[in-house]
């Protein structure tokens, strides 16, 4: 099956600036061993001794013809300087 995926800004040298790209899987697995075959590097960016890293979120649209998009957790210490209760 054919998928489109949405690449975020940080992956974007590895795709050569491409935003979106489409690759062939019918599951998570076999799309980014497709990346990783277009895209050399990519699955190490992506997984940690086979589960997709801790930092990555990747929601799957579920439909035929899906969309999948990797957006990278966002994380800091702006809490605080922003107003926020500390915790």
């Known amino acids: 099956m054919s998928v489109i995926v949405r690449i975020p800004t940080p992956l974007r040298r590895l795709t050569g600036g491409k935003g979106v790209v489409e690759v062939k899987g019918d599951n998570l697995a076999q799309c980014i061993d497709s990346l990783e075959a277009q895209f050399p590097g990519m699955r190490e960016r992506l997984r940690d001794n086979g589960e997709v890293r801790h930092f990555l979120n990747i929601y799957i649209n ?3 013809g899906d969309e999948v998009s990797i957006v990278p957790a966002i994380a800091g210490g702006l809490l ?3 107003g926020w209760p500390e915790m």
Do not use: A, D
């Open 80 to 82: 605080h300087r922003f």
């Open 62 to 64: 579920g439909e035929p």
